[in-house]
């Protein structure tokens, strides 16, 4: 029989009710490893009070406290990295490396939310009028929940919950349905590093429960990470039911190879950028900018590609895994068709990417297209494979001018040799998150995830100081104690004094 996904609500890993149950698949042969509820909305309505209930008492814990409860558990996820790592791989089908990378760029947020008190310090003026202070105090919002995507199931639920909850709010989870097991695995360490019940809940399911979360009055914030559309959907609903949200959506990123650069350097990390994690991450490298006299190399980066081969996670010569679903490969090959018909060169095809003794598995090989044109779907569209797509131009200002005009604005990167040059990249381009000679410039949580334009939606980013007021309200308190009964007399401005 296969393993039954629970449940997590008021600290109990309990059994679903539902009679609605998808099939979690291992992507390397497409086997079932779990079923998953979509809960129903009673269990969604007890998971929400719970967490209502529960931010009550929690509130009121001591910042040291919350900060230790996050130290506890930054220990337990290190103890534990290696067999997180393993079953992240078995349903998602990265590599043991990809996978311990996974864990580990989440075991660093949990860091940062063990300096919560820090984060939290308000300000105060002395002295704003006569015997009058004034000081903020930064308190929890209360119920916040997060909807998380399949392509980092332990990072991405790590950038939400832990934060929000060391920052004294309690957490609804609701993880991709593809990739439950990580989380739900997270969430027992959580509880084994002491977590009272109930300040994280995770429930299950897709659009139904998500959208219970999103109209439901005592959610106060949702932090949703996944696909444009979807992104869209959730910032539009969301703060139409005037909650507070942050949505990070999918990408196109450049990376702008110029003539002065070191060609191997381009070389080994455009191919692990583009290909790694066989392109399903959102900062992926998708597009490669050749400027000038560097398009020569385009040649050499195909041999290069079509060195790295994918396969099980277990593989030590896999270079990636599979895709996650039959139908995201589908998808991916239609496009690569698409990149075909519409004029693209294919220098190197990996869509009928066989691996050896994995029949039933999700693979594609690397993928290199060049001669493309702003105008073909594989530019326009996000394709999250293993597949890189090469467009030419004369100058650092037509490569600027080229990326701008992109809607996605998530990250990018420059290699030159140049300092001049990538000042001016990293002062003019409107990316989010710039690499210099660094293929993906992911942020560590000191700072925050800070994509822009069409690739995220609200105000406040992941992670870092920011992640910190987006869980929280500022309140501002002015305060005069009188010293003695001195008659002052009706004040009938708004002036203090
Ligand atoms: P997805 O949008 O299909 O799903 C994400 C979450 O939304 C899941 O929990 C899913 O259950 C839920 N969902 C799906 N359809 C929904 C609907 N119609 N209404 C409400 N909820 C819905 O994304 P995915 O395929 O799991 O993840 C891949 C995408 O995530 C890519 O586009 C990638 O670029 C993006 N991503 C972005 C970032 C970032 O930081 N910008 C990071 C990782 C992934």
Redesign the pocket.
Known sequence: MTQLVPLFIGGEFCQSNSDEWLEVTNPANNAVIAELPCATNDEMERAIQNAHDTFLTWKEVAVSERARLMLRYQHLLKEHHDDLAELLSKETGKTTVDAKGDVWRGIEVVEQATNIASNMMGETVENVATDIDSYSLIQPLGVCCG??????PAM?PLWMFPLAIAAGNTFVL?????VPLTAMRLAELFEQAGAPKGVLQVVHG??PQ??YLLAHPTIKAVSF????P?AQ??YQTGTSHNKRVQA????KNHMVIMPDANKNQVLSNLVGASVGAAGQR?MAISVAVFVGSSKEWIGELAGEMAKVTPGAWNDDNAGYGPLISKQAKARVVALIDEGKAQGAKCELDGSQCEVDGMPDGNWLGPTLFSGVTTDMSIYQQ?I?GPVLVCLEVETLEEAIALINKNPYG?GTSIFTANGAAARKYQHEIQVGQVGINVPIPVPLPFFS?T?WRG??YGDLHAYGKQAVRFYTETKTVTARWFDGDIPTGPNMTIQLR
């Open positions: 909807i998380t995507p399949f392509n980092f991405i609701k993880p991709s349905e593809q897709g659009k998500v959208d990470v996944g696909s444009v979807v959907y959730i990070f959506a999918g990408a959102c996000e999250f998530n995830f994509g690739s995220f």
